[in-house]
């Protein structure tokens, strides 16, 4: 019986860190999903800004130093409030949470390049 309980409890344990990892994994996707969905388009899926909409508006590669330098509550409020006449406001369109995200994407995708 002692055997059985203890059996149970170490699955349910597997079961939570199981569910915590996937949780996490899908959470980091998201944030690729939602920049390819929103920004793509005029920042291209690399956040280079090579491609059509990008050139035409000027957006600055994403992974540059001269945005990689900004602080990450200036690219917060670049993405929230939007900045120059042709990057939009997401505050209201994104959760916090997800403006956040993208955020910390920027960051990752810097690292990659
Ligand atoms: C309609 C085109 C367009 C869309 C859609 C767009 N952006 Fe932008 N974004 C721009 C342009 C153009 C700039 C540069 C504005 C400037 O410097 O005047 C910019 C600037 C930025 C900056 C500041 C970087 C810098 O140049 O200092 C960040 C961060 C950013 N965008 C993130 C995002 C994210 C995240 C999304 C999606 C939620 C998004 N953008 C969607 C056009 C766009």
């Known amino acids: 019986m002692n055997f059985l309980l203890r059996r149970l409890s170490q699955a349910s ?3 939570v860190a199981f ?3 996937s ?5 980091a996707d998201d944030f690729a999903g939602v920049f390819k969905t929103k920004c793509a388009i005029c920042h ?5 800004g090579n491609c059509p909409m990008g050139t ?3 957006a600055k590669d994403l992974r540059s130093d001269e945005v990689q330098k900004k602080s990450d ?3 917060t409020d670049a993405i929230a409030n939007g900045l120059g006449k ?6 209201g369109k994104l959760t916090d949470d997800q403006i956040k995200g993208l955020v ?3 960051r990752d995708i810097a690292k990659k390049k």
């Open 73 to 75: 509550a200036e690219l």
């Open 44 to 48: 291209a899926p690399d956040g280079s």
């Open 19 to 21: 569910m915590f990892l």
């Open 86 to 91: 042709t990057m939009p406001a997401y505050k």
């Open 23 to 27: 949780n996490a994994s899908t959470r």
């Open 13 to 15: 344990l597997l079961a």
């Open 56 to 58: 035409k508006l000027g």
């Open 104 to 106: 910390g994407f920027i």
